[in-house]
């Protein structure tokens, strides 16, 4: 069993960065391959990005390659988002995520979080 706990989420402007959180706590966080996703009003949740156990590999959609980042502490439980050049169509509840592997994640993971709000105001 693994609880999340994301945090960092808010209100910026567009063109803005926010760094999100996610602390894990229960057992094992190092074996999960961790991940985020995104739900905007109206729409369904969607696949941001993954990472590996070990972080030497990540995963990323297409709306957000070269604007967003994901990387992880096993040290201290936490995986991280850091999200650069926001546009308003960002905005959504973002939700990390854990899973045994990669396919696993992408297709809905095993572990969630209560999400976080991100408003991007343009």
């Known amino acids: 069993q693994v609880q999340l706990v994301e ?3 808010g209100l910026v ?3 803005g960065s926010l760094r999100l959180s996610c602390a894990a706590s229960g057992r094992s966080f190092s074996t999960y391959v961790m991940g985020w996703f995104r739900q905007a009003p109206g729409k369904d949740r969607e696949f941001v990005l993954g990472i590996s156990v070990s972080g030497g590999r ?3 959609a297409d709306s957000v390659k070269g604007r967003f980042t994901i990387s992880r ?5 936490t995986v991280y988002l850091q ?3 926001l ?10 995520a854990a899973a045994l592997n990669i396919p696993r994640l992408k297709t809905g993971g095993d ?11 343009s």
């Open 58 to 60: 990540t995963y990323y």
């Open 7 to 9: 945090s960092g989420g």
């Open 13 to 15: 402007q567009a063109g």
């Open 73 to 77: 502490d096993n040290a201290k439980n």
């Open 111 to 121: 572990y969630w979080g209560q999400g976080t709000q991100v408003t991007v105001s």
């Open 87 to 96: 546009k308003p169509e960002d905005t959504a509840v973002y939700y990390c």
């Open 83 to 85: 999200m650069n050049s």
